[in-house]
């Protein structure tokens, strides 16, 4: 009885004990798991930011490879269509691209012929590799195999004209359809490795470009080793179905380090871009401090029997916490803060936020933007208007919309931008948007373009351009029914001008001849440098009576051919001095005929006047002959 009694006492002191552990233990235990399910979330929040800096970087990557391989592009585009048209003038217009670019950036210029043998290199060391055998180059093949006219990247290989590793960026030379060879431009894997490390944000970062066979042709650490061997096959971007891009996590081949890898495939060519980031290395702060509060936790759940202790733990946490929010916070700030990329928030077309470098790039301070409407930045309220028909609709559909456009500085200056934007509500009203100023890029753009379609001399189009403005010209004829006319000139006594006093006299005369043949057609009119010294004028909008379009074409003739016969005086050399000075007379012969809408094909009518240019010097020069519409030169006028 009296021990029922004294076990009864001791269960009835020990309850409230016991009620405190089991509460006390309760809270514990629903406390470490709300503290591991935060863990998991700020870890998994980590890694998303690991994630999105490391998309960021590939996208960088990838935008510099595609500018930089469009412009390669352009200019070699350009440098085949002179090769085939004015191979003349493919030594001038070689070096102006090769000056065009960055020092360093083009090695030298390339021609090889359809069987692979070196026809020309603009390297004076590789002069005596010329007519060497290089069909067995995969750059060489490739092309020659195919039949396709693209974009080609070679892997690294040992170059024969110097002793430097290259990088093979070739086109091939078509026309009509038929092979004639291989133009290409070789690169330095260094120059596009040290472009790679500009783009770095932390030191330990990897950005590397790959061709799909695993052949690296740009690395920003290990250059050396990596362009000796290829990367193992199981990479997930070297897989065919492995889509346009990912992110995996796995270790670097060359630096044996675990790395968080984001690749991207290239829409135009065959290449990969990759950026890799130590997300360990980034990710160690916050593992440790989440470490070292589970340790406190656990060391609190062991002490946690009084109120006090307990609560102190907490705020111990709290403040563990808000450290990392504040760290965290300061990090996104420096993100927002970036010099390259412009980040701005709108609200009904209206500033409402922005980073520095977006009112930077503008030339506005942060007070001169927010609460302006985004109408400040476009040109006129046309393409103000425009932007919004085509952007609007899929921000609300919740597609990020991305484009070039063209905005207006606060100097009245006009720049380009390369802008991609997202919704951030249902209704569309508020959006936020990153801009990067990609004006440089479409300046190189315009220039390559121009040098396209123009003669380097005397600055008149080509004979690309011309041709594309006799289509216009004649589609123009087919609508209104008025007859057009085309002129061929060859310069009469020029050799002779050369052979005295050297190229850069007969340069000069060019030049001569090119402003007094501009000085007497109409604005609409087209005046052209064929090659050498012939010269075409292209006369549209005549009359739609052939007598009368004739006579309005033989006026215009003559009046050119008693300007050209005018005596040139030339200044030789850069001193003013008489001595410098020659008058020379010129000539010319010229060649005449009519066209209406499309009876005859580009060629014919340019055969057509050539013909009957010939028959003008066959009859003495200095005179212009009309083409009978068989062909054959008629009588002068």
Same mark, same amino acid.
Do not use: C, H, K
């Given at each position: 009885m009296i021990q029922t009694r004294l076990f009864t006492w001791r269960l009835r002191s020990s309850l409230p004990l016991l009620l405190i552990l089991g509460v006390t233990l309760l809270a514990c235990g629903l406390y470490w798991r709300s503290l591991l399910n935060r863990q998991a979330l700020q870890l998994q929040a980590a890694q998303q930011h690991s994630e999105w800096r490391a998309n960021q970087l590939n996208e960088a990557v990838t935008q510099q490879l595609n500018a930089t391989l469009l412009s390669i592009d352009v200019a070699l585009k350009h440098l085949s269509s002179v090769y085939l048209h004015n191979p003349r003038d493919f030594d001038i217009a070689v070096q102006d691209v090769l000056t065009s670019y960055p020092t360093g950036m083009l090695q030298y210029v390339t021609v090889f012929d359809a069987d692979g043998k070196l026809r020309y290199a603009s390297s004076p060391l590789a002069s005596k590799f010329l007519g060497q055998d290089f069909s067995d180059r995969e750059h060489f093949s490739v092309h020659a195999h195919s039949g396709a006219d693209a974009l080609f990247v070679s892997a690294p290989i040992a170059g024969r004209l110097s002793d430097a590793s290259l990088v093979q960026i070739t086109r091939g030379?078509? @026309?009509?359809?038929?092979? $004639?060879?291989?133009?290409?431009? *070789?690169? &330095? *894997? !260094?120059? #596009?490795?040290?472009? $790679? !490390? #500009? #783009?770095? !944000?932390? *030191?330990?970062d990897i950005l590397a470009v790959v061709r799909l066979d695993g052949s690296i042709i740009a690395r920003s650490h290990h250059l050396e080793e990596s362009l000796k061997s290829k990367l193992p096959p199981q990479r997930p971007f070297l897989h065919g179905k492995a889509g346009e891009r990912g992110l995996f996590r796995s270790t670097s081949t060359y630096d044996k380090l675990p790395m968080l890898f984001s690749w991207q495939r290239l829409a135009q060519w065959p290449l990969v871009t990759v950026a890799a980031i130590n997300e360990a290395a980034e990710t160690a702060p916050l593992s440790l401090a989440l470490e070292g509060e589970r340790q406190r936790s656990l060391l609190a759940i062991g002490l946690a029997m009084a109120f006090s202790l307990g !609560? %102190?733990?907490? +705020? +111990?946490?709290?403040?563990?916490? @808000? /450290?990392? &929010?504040?760290?965290? =916070?300061? =990090?996104? /700030? %420096?993100?927002l803060n970036s010099e390259i990329s412009g980040i701005v928030k709108l609200q009904n077309r209206k500033f409402v936020w922005m980073n520095q470098a977006f009112a930077t790039m503008l030339g506005y301070s942060l007070d001169e933007m927010i609460g302006q409407s985004t109408r400040l930045l476009y040109p006129d309220e046309t393409a103000f208007k425009d932007f919004s028909v085509a952007a609007y609709p899929k921000l609300v559909q919740g597609k990020v919309y991305r484009s070039e456009v063209q905005f207006v500085r606060k100097d009245g200056s006009l720049a380009w931008f390369d802008i991609s934007g997202e919704q951030l509500d249902t209704d569309g009203r508020e959006s936020i948007w990153s801009l990067v100023d990609i004006t440089e890029r479409k300046q190189i753009e315009d220039q390559v373009r121009h040098l396209a379609f123009h003669d380097s001399l005397t600055k008149l189009p080509n004979r690309r351009l011309l041709v594309d403005r006799m289509v216009q010209t004649m589609a123009a004829s087919k609508r209104n029914g008025r007859y057009a006319a085309l002129l061929f000139l060859d310069l009469d006594n020029f050799k002779p001008l050369n052979d005295a006093h050297g190229h850069d006299a007969g340069d000069l005369l060019l030049v001569e001849v090119a402003e007094r043949l501009r000085q007497c057609v109409r604005e609409m009119d087209t005046v052209a440098r064929f090659g050498g010294d012939e010269f075409v004028v292209m006369l549209s909008d005549l009359d739609a009576e052939q007598a009368s379009s004739q006579r309005q074409a033989a006026a215009i003739a003559e009046k050119i051919r008693l300007s050209l016969e005018k005596p040139y005086s030339l200044q030789i050399g850069h001193c003013q001095h008489p001595a410098d000075l020659v008058t020379h007379r010129c000539s010319a012969s010229i060649g005449v005929t009519l066209f209406l809408d499309h009876d005859n094909t580009e060629d014919e009518i340019l055969n057509r006047a050539d013909t009957a240019m010939y028959a003008a010097k066959h009859d003495g020069r200095n005179q212009v002959q009309f083409a009978a519409s068989g062909g054959s030169a008629a009588a002068g006028a």
């Open positions: 030379i078509w @026309n009509g359809g038929q092979f $004639l060879g291989v133009i290409g431009i *070789p690169v &330095l *894997p !260094v120059y #596009l490795s040290e472009q $790679l !490390v #500009l #783009l770095q !944000v932390d *030191p330990t !609560v %102190a733990l907490l +705020m +111990m946490r709290i403040q563990g916490q @808000n /450290r990392w &929010l504040a760290r965290s =916070e300061a =990090e996104q /700030r %420096a993100i």
